[in-house]
């Protein structure tokens, strides 16, 4: 029997190492707390990163070019927007996070470069 279609991605396409990071809380002795960004438990360390079409967003009262990114990663929990990736010393905002065909084999991200605010 013959599979109906072949795996969109394989594990020898993940050749970036990279770290995905979420934002925690850190105590500071004082009661209060300074927010820190630190490795996400179980994530992703290796993906396929590709350039996607440039963009633009209003930025010191002009339009300031963008980059983005399609990141491809295995499946994991608790992946969201809300985090961050750093890749070749840069740091990159996450746009979205989707399952591409609903598996939970891949995960594809959308990266633009600088972190969001």
Known sequence: MVACCA?????????????????????DGMGG???????????ATRAMITAAPGSERWGF?????????KMVTR???GASAAQQVVWNGGTY?????V?????G???EW????????
């Open 7 to 27: 795996p969109k991605y394989t594990g020898r396409d993940l050749r970036e190492v990279i770290d995905v990071q979420g934002l925690t809380r850190a105590a």
């Open 33 to 43: 707390f300074t927010e820190t960004w630190a490795t996400v438990s179980g994530s």
């Open 61 to 69: 009262m002009r339009q300031v070019p963008g980059n983005t990114y």
């Open 75 to 77: 499946h994991f929990a």
């Open 93 to 97: 905002g996450v746009l979205g996070v």
């Open 99 to 103: 399952d591409p065909d609903g598996r």
């Open 105 to 107: 084999d891949w995960l």
């Open 110 to 117: 959308r990266l633009s470069d600088g972190v969001a605010s």
